[in-house]
């Protein structure tokens, strides 16, 4: 074989491994893009024992929300998607809903408390309490939520035993439950603790809209 036959093989052999290499490392034409696969959410299990629940318990998409009252954000999810989700997933048993109250923004923690004193009475009368504190929220650096003001509005719950709920109000010892909340909070959220922050099935619904939602419902429902 004579060089130039030599020199021009080592060419094609050359031109013929960067091509090889080219679609070995480099993404594929467009026209393969379907084929790829689309990543796996992995849901994480949340614990809620003893938490108020919505809806029935066996229903198959279990929403969990983490709150705090004293927070903007909250009430506004609470009055604007919330109702939505009540409507076309709980009322229709396709869903429960449990709610999770924390108190990391100052001086919610004693809102917090009047919630769990309602929940200890009934999850109807949580919910109840929790709407009505959120109609009437201060602003988050105010001290609105003050035991006078939450006596005041627990009188707008129906079929709560006042005197019940001011001893537990009134009890320091119940402050540990919300400590409780908070740290678990904190925790599934690997120490960076936000609300309103919402699961479906174990997965975050982030953005948090209605549009998200309902994909989260999709992927976690097949």
Known sequence: MSVKKVVKFVIVLIVIILIVLFYLYHDKPQWFSHLKSQPEVTPIVLNTTGQPMQGKPNSPIKIVAFEDLKCANCKR???????????????????????????FLPDSTQAAVGAYCAGQQSSPAFYQYVDTLYNNQGDET???????????????????????????????????????????????????????????????????????FKKIVAQTSK
């Open 77 to 103: 999810f609470d009055q604007s998607l919330l109702p939505w989700i009540r409507d076309n997933y709980i009322v229709t048993h396709k869903a429960n809903y449990t709610m999770i109250v924390v108190a």
């Open 142 to 212: 105010s001290n609105w939520a003050n035991m006078a003001k939450l006596l005041q509005l627990a009188q707008q719950v129906d079929n709560l035993d006042q005197d019940a709920f001011m001893t537990c109000l009134t009890d320091s010892n119940n402050v540990s439950h919300i400590v409780d909340n908070t740290n678990y909070a904190s925790d599934v959220m690997n120490g960076e603790l936000a609300t309103p922050t919402l699961y479906v099935n174990g997965v975050l619904v982030r953005p948090l809209s209605k549009d998200q």
